[in-house]
Every structure is written in C-alpha cells, then in structure tokens.
C-alpha cells in the first residue's frame, strides 16, 4: 500500500493547490469556465483524500507493519475499536483525518451553498483549499502517514498505542477536537471571502451559522471528553488541571462561544460588524495554535507529541493567516463601519456586549497563564517585571522579584478564572431578562427582582442544610460538641467555599431565569393554540430552535458550574499505605483493603493488579445473617469456643477462638483454597514436599511483571511462618516460577493437600489470622470478610506488556450528590498499596451539564423546514460583473426565515 498511498498523497497535495488557485483565478477574473472548474477539481481531491484514508484504515485493520506509523501505534493485540483509533492516534494519521474530514466539509459547504455568487464561492473555495493544502504539504514534506522501514520489511508486531490513550474516551476526545479546530476554517473562509469581495452584510453570517455552531459543539465535547479521561485515566484526583493543551482547546471555545453571541447583534441590528470580522480571524487563528501547542514542544504536557517537528510549519502559517487577517480588516475598515448605534447600556445588546468582553477576556487569561512560562524565561520581561515590583513596593504592595521562569499553576488559575466564570454565569440569566434596544431601569428591577429574590431564598435554604448536616457529621465523626464542630467548620471556610456558593446562586437564578422563558413562552402558545403544555413547549422550542436551544445550553452551563461549586467542597484524603486487612474512613465511607487480584488481560495484551476495596457507610452494621453464616463455618471443626466481633462501618468480622491452634486451622482452610487458585501441584517423589508452581494466569503475569508474582512467594512464606499450624517451611528459588512447601511430616503434607482440594468456604470473600495481635490465655484471632456485605471497588493498574510505564484504571462510585473516587498506587513485589481516596460532591453534574449542552447545540443545528426553492431561467444578458457565470445556468430564489 506504500506505493499506492504515497502516489495518493502527491496527486492530493498538486490537486489542492490547483483548486486552490483556480479558485482564486476564476474568482479574481470573474471566469465562469474556471469557476466551473474549481467545482469539478474540488470534487477531484475530496474523492483522492478518501482514497488515501481507506488505504490507511486497510493498512491498520491488516495488520501491515512494514508502514512505520501503523507499526508505531498498533499491534496485533489491540481491541479493533482501538485499532480504528489508530489513524487519528499519531501525528502522522491525523494530518490525514484532518485533510480528509476538511476536504468534506469544503465539498458540503461550498457545493450545498445557494445564497452566494459564484465569485464569492470561488474566493472561499480558495481559502479553503488552501488550508487542506497547507496540512497536505505537511505530510508530503515531513509526516507521510505511508512511510515504510526502509533497510528491512518491519517489526514482526507493532509497538502499540499509548496505554493512557487505550480508554473509551480517549479514542472519541481527538477526533472531536480535531473536528472542533478544522470545521471553524468554513466561518473563517466565508468571512475571508466576504472582506474580499465586499459584500459585508450578514449573509455570510448566516451561511455559517450552523457550521460556527458544529465547531463550538465538537469542540465542548472534546473537552468534556477529555476531562472524562483525565477523570478516569490519569488517577490525580480531578477532571481539569489547567494543562496547557487542554487551555489550548478552551481558548478557541472562548471566542467561538463569543463570535456566536456576537453574530446575532449583526443579524439583528447590523451592528458588531468589526468585531465579527476580528472574532471570526482571531477564533481561526487560536484553533491552529491550539493544534501547534499540541506539537511543538513549547510546553510540557501530558497530551503533547515529544517527537514532532511541525512546530516551525505551524509558525509560519499562523503568522501568514495573522498578516492575512490584518490586512483584510484594515482594507475594509471603514465599510465594516456599524449601520446602528448602541441606544442604551440598558439594553439586551449591552449585555451581549459585555458578555463579548468578558469571553475574550477569559480566552487571553487562559492564554497568558499557559505560555506564561515561556514569556518569564526572557531576561528582559524578569527585569521589567522587578522594576515594577520595586515600584509597587515603595506605595506599600509588597511583590516578590523574579529571579527565574515561573509556571503559573492549578491555583493560580482557579483564583483568577474564577471570578471571570462567576461573572458569565450572572450574565447568562441577565440576558433574557431584559430587552433589545432600551430597557427601563423600572421595567429591569421588576424583571430582575423576583428571579433574584426566589433564588437568594432557595440558596439559602440549599447552603444552611448543607452547612447543618457538614457540621453535624464532623461533630459525629470527630466525637465532639456541635458548637466545637462549627468553630472548625467555620474556620476551615476559604475563597473556595464562598465562591461555591455565589456559583450555587447565580446558577439557580439563571436556571430560574432560563425556566421562566420557556414557561412564559409555552403558556401563550397553549392559550393560543390550545395545545397540551407539554406540546406547546415542545413546538416552542422547535418552531424557534435558535432561541431555545441556546437556553438549554445555557442550562447545561449551569448543571456544570454546579459540578465546579462542588469540586470546592471536596473531601480529599493524601495517599495513604493499607496492608491487607487494613481499614481508612473518608466522608462517611468506610474502607477496607482485603488483597490484590492479579490476572493477564490477553485481549489488551496487559498485566492487571486489583486493589479489593470493600466499602461500607461509616455507621453501618453487618447483617446478623451474614455474621451467624461466617461463625458456623468457623465453628466447623473447631474444638474451641469462637466469639464474634464487628465493628460499625466495618466489614470486618473479629472471631476469637479460645484455642490459637484452632484459629490457625481456620486460617488454613482459607489459604489453601486460594493457593489452589494461583498454584499447580507438581509430581514430587519426597513425601514431605509439596511442590508447586505458578498458575497458568501466573505464568504469563510473570512474563511480563516478574515482580507480580513475588506477593504469592513471599505470603506463602508468611502464612507458614506466622499463620498456620502446620510446621512446614517454604522453598523459592530466584527467577523460577516453581517452589515448594517442605512439612514436618507426610499427614500434614496430605492433610495441606486435602485442604487445597475442598470445597471453597462459602461466602468469605478474605480471611487471615491476625498474628499481629497479641490475646492471653492461648486464644487466637482470624479477621474474617463476609462476601455479601457493603460494596466493592477495584481500583486497578494495568502493566502492558510492549509499554515500560503502567497506567491507572481509578473506581469510581457515582451517586447523585457525588464520587467516591479511588485510585491505587501499586509497590510492585510488595503486598500492600498506596490508596488515594476522594468524596467529590456533585461531579456528576459535570456530565450531565454535557449532554444538556450537546443536546442544546443540536437543535439549534437542527434545519429549519424551508420553502420550496423555485426555479427561474436566467435573463437573456448577463454581464460577467454581475454574477460571473453562464447565461444557460438557472438561478435559485428560495425563501428564508430568520429566528430572531
């Protein structure tokens, strides 16, 4: 396929150029027979860009490794869902997604397009092709998705994909931000082709209403899926760390979000035209920054390509679209003058004004604190930055010099984003409470009052029970005074907490706000129609889908600034160290650490340890049942009285038997039952010796993590040592996978044997006798988990076999009002774990506030029924500075609507 793809690639990148400059020509000439052309050569390459794309998912799904980038990020182990997620997965593949998915959209923008000329489409053609161009000469150049191993025919098996990037997640968050990026060329193409030519009205606008809108919603859902990701895969304890190409991603979706806001001013009052021109090239340009973020190694990141050389490409070409843009403005600065003036600050324009402001506001903070890094390395910023320092010094504001670069983390951007998305929340409930053009201060109190009022009351009572019950658990779990429990509780109130609750506020006015809308709106139409409410809600919102729908993604805003609240009251517990049976409490869970599962996931081709977690609430108690159940099996056998103690919260039954031996004997009947299931006995002629070897899960764990199988050689030796009333001793040799059990008699060698062969003790998930605890008079302790009680999580760490650095699998606990988030830190060879346990209130919301938004985006997307176009023959003359097309070519007149 090397030759087939590459041919491929050459004739794509010589056929982009060309209809990109034909475009141009029969724009620029006004030649009907190269406008034609350019259709026909646009067509050409789309058709070439899909060729090339089923050569490379053929190359992926067959497994052709002589390929070096089908080699680099794939092997014959892969699930085949991954396998397909190899072509976006390396550099290489996602130049060509992206070729390939913008050459469709300019065959679907510019061929279904029947408002422009033929002219004004052969410019925006031209813009458009030009940017495919661009990422073709990268692969033609520097990244050829069909390079093959020269010097031999390839590796046997490839090296395989990234582990971080093997998650569900992960194999959607590219391509939907990759989609994000390129499908905002089509606004800024038709912008472009709009400053050209100069028809500056809102045409251009609405043509790319709907494709602004596509961009802005792949773009929130690679986000979303991203932090989901990072939630699920990375194990650190959140869902956004400020990393700066994720910033990349959310500082387009700024001023995307901005220039949507925007465009409606324009359609309406035909004001806004210079800024939507601004908005349109900036928001293009920052979706190419977002991309040479990802690949030029200006800052270290978890998402960043290391080994790409792009980055000097990628400079050039932003500086070529940033002169393109300034020109472009600056020639038509004055015909972009604005046709109406702004009547009043008191007015739904204002607003949106202000709501401009704050959303480019937020994208260059963002920007800042991202490469500010970078900026603090140039000697010349430090001193002016000192110089400053000193001046604010001498009136009293204490600064600290910089003497080196400064990365400006996590905390600095929760202190200074926070205030700024505050802020934007307030005005998403402004907006629909006041009126185009002028509003009376009168009529803005009377509107504004009883949404503000309702939600104060509502917040109030949601903070003060939420307060009361904190308190009362924190005296609860404390074991103090209520009034000592809110000393500390007040005490412990930060800029967070009150943040989270102004966020709580405005969230519940904007909601209320939101609500009213569409309950004012469906009651009239109700009243008018005399439909079902449920029916006149539904129609509303259809028959006015731009309105609407951007209402409800303005509810999934709220949903997630809910979720933001919440990560400020997060109840966050540092790693801690738990040995098998050992038990932590975090909120009002309680968590016990039992054993490690260890098995070999063929289809993924991974190691995998598993932490038991047995979760129960704090004040719980097992079940008498459960309890009675366990004792009888102790009993069994047993010579000795046993006594029974649990503990609340606790899964753990305590069963003293008055005879240590006896004790022991129990231990036994549980460690050989598990031995049989991690060992094979061997054939052994010594009648002392019980030899054994790994299991067959063991064996090809041992393969790949030798260190797994340590645990089970070294809690045999344990058990024999300190836990059991067998006098035997354990034999291990380094480096082999068998060992043996030596006892003091054939009866015990015969009686172990006899053990491990039983029936497996029913519903005991752990048990080990507690050798760590000291009785009088000769009792013993075994510490016993029931299998039926509380709840297990099994947060993981996988070991790939092709890959040196393992990967964090978290469990997670959802509930309405929050997580329980556990994540482990395996100690390779050792039995005990590193747990880091989080209570995050509210995350859910998070997501849901995604689906709302995405759910949002889509009606607004959703066509609206128009009239039938309606054919007319042309006139006889036409001039070629009319239209520039044949006089034999029909018109189509269709009829619009506009939403307002």
């Known amino acids: 396929m090397h030759d087939v793809g590459t041919a491929l690639l050459y004739l794509a990148f010589l056929s982009t150029v060309a209809t990109a400059l034909v475009g141009f020509v029969g724009a620029k000439l006004r030649s009907p027979g190269l406008l034609d052309a350019g259709r026909h050569m646009m067509m050409a390459s789309w058709l070439i860009y899909l060729a090339m794309s089923a050569a490379l998912i053929y190359g992926l799904v067959t497994h052709d490794f002589s390929n070096k980038y089908i080699a680099a990020y794939t092997d014959r182990d892969m699930p085949f869902a991954y396998l397909l997620a190899g072509f976006w997965g390396g550099e290489k593949g996602a130049l060509l997604f992206w070729t390939a998915v913008l050459s469709t959209f300019a065959v679907v923008s510019i061929g279904r397009n029947r408002t422009q000329t033929p002219i004004f489409l052969g410019w925006t053609s031209g813009v458009l092709h030009t940017a495919v161009a661009f990422f073709a000469a990268l692969m033609v150049w520097e990244s050829n998705p069909f390079e093959i191993f020269q010097a031999y025919g390839g590796p046997a098996d490839g090296r395989g994909m990234n582990p971080l990037l093997q998650n569900p997640f992960m194999s959607i968050h590219p391509p939907a931000m990759l989609t994000g990026y390129m499908t905002f060329t089509v606004p800024f193409a038709f912008g472009a082709a709009a400053l050209i030519t100069g028809k500056l009205d809102s045409q251009w606008l ?15 859902i690679g986000l979303i899926l991203g ?17 700066p190409v994720e910033n990349a991603g959310l500082i387009p979706w700024f001023t995307a979000t901005a220039f949507l806001h925007s465009v409606m001013i324009q359609e309406r009052r035909n004001m806004l035209r210079r800024w939507n021109a601004v908005l349109v090239c900036l928001t293009f340009l920052l979706t190419i920054f977002g991309t040479f973020l990802t690949r030029s190694q200006l800052i270290d990141s978890v998402h960043a390509f290391a080994d790409s050389t792009l980055a000097p490409w990628f400079l050039w070409y932003m500086g070529g679209i940033f002169v393109l843009s300034v020109c ?105 409470l006041i009126s185009w053009r002028r509003a009376t201060r009168k009529n803005f109190e009377k509107n504004f009052r009883r949404p503000m009022g309702l939600s104060a009351v509502i ?86 889908k731009r309105r609407y729908g951007g209402y409800i993604v303005h509810l999934g805003i709220v949903f997630s600034f809910l979720a933001f609240a919440g990560n400020a009251f997060r109840i966050y517990q540092p790693e801690v160290a738990l040995d098998p049976g050992d038990r932590t409490e975090i909120g009002e869970y309680g968590l016990m650490y039992t054993d490690s599962i260890v098995d070999w996931e063929p289809d993924g081709a991974y190691v995998r340890t598993r932490a038991t977690m047995v979760v129960m609430d704090r004040k719980a108690t097992l079940p008498a049942g459960e309890i ?53 006995v ?61 006892f003091a008699n054939p009866a015990q060698k015969d009686r172990f044997t006899a053990l491990m062969a039983a029936k497996p003790l029913a519903g005991i998930r752990w048990a080990r006798f507690a050798d760590k605890v000291q009785l009088k008079g000769g009792a013993g302790r075994v510490d016993v988990v029931p299998s039926n009680v509380g709840m297990l999580l099994l947060p993981e760490v996988r070991f790939y076999a092709k890959h040196s650095s393992p990967t964090t699998e978290v469990a997670i606990h959802s509930t309405f009002e929050h997580d329980l988030y556990l994540a482990m830190r395996p100690q390779q060879g050792k039995s005990f774990i590193t747990l880091l346990a989080i209570v995050f209130p509210f ?38 500075g009319e239209i520039g097309v044949s006089q034999s070519e029909p018109k189509v007149v269709a009829a619009r609507t506009q939403n307002s």
């Open 206 to 220: 609405r043509d790319t209403r709907q494709w602004t809108l596509v961009s802005w919603m792949f773009l929130t």
């Open 227 to 243: 932090g989901a990701w990072a939630y699920q895969e990375l194990g650190w304890g959140g869902f956004w760390m400020w990393d």
């Open 328 to 432: 472009l403005v600056a020639y038509r600065w004055n015909d972009l003058r604005a046709e109406a003036e702004l009547d009043s600050m008191m007015s739904r324009e204002a607003f949106f004004v202000l709501n401009n402001v704050l959303l480019v506001g937020c994208a260059f903070v963002v920007m800042w604190g991202t490469l500010f890094s970078k900026i603090s390395e140039a000697e010349a910023f430090r001193a002016l930055y000192n110089q400053i320092a000193d001046v604010l010094s001498t009136v009293g504001i204490p600064a600290d010099p910089m003497t080196q670069p400064v990365e400006l983390g996590e905390a600095w951007f929760n202190r200074v984003m926070a205030p700024l998305g505050m802020a934007l929340l307030l005005l998403t409930g402004v907006g629909p």
């Open 459 to 544: 917040t109030s009572i949601l903070v003060s029970s939420w307060s009361v019950r904190t308190i009362l658990r924190l005296a609860d779990r404390r074991g103090i005074a209520f009034g000592e429990a809110y000393s500390q509780w007040a005490d412990a109130i930060g800029r967070a907490e009150i943040y989270g609750v102004i966020s709580v506020l405005f969230g519940v006015f904007v909601t209320i706000a939101i609500s009213l809308e569409f309950h004012v709106g469906a009651r009239a139409r109700r009243k008018s129609r005399g439909e079902s409410y449920l029916m006149a809600l539904t129609m509303l919102t259809m028959r006015n």
């Open 628 to 680: 009675a159940a366990v004792v009888k099996q102790a009993s069994a056998g047993a010579k000795s009285t046993v006594t029974v103690d649990t503990q609340p919260g606790s899964p753990r039954i305590a069963l003293t038997f008055k005879q240590a031996a006896d004790a022991k004997s129990f231990s036994d009947r549980y460690f050989a039952q598990r031995l049989a299931g991690q060992a094979a």
């Open 682 to 742: 061997l054939p052994s002629n010594d009648p002392l010796e019980l030899r054994l070897t790994l299991g067959e899960t063991l064996r090809k764990v041992a393969k790949v993590a030798p260190r797994m199988a340590m645990p089970l050689f070294k809690g045999t030796r344990a058990h024999f040592t300190k836990r059991s009333a067998f006098k035997a001793t354990v034999h291990t040799v380094p480096g082999q996978m068998d060992f043996s059990v030596r």
């Open 843 to 880: 995350v859910s919301f998070l997501w849901l506030g995604a689906i709302v938004m995405v759910l949002g985006g889509a009606i607004c997307i959703w066509p609206t029924r128009r009239a039938r176009p309606v054919r007319q023959s042309a006139p006889t003359s036409t001039t070629a």
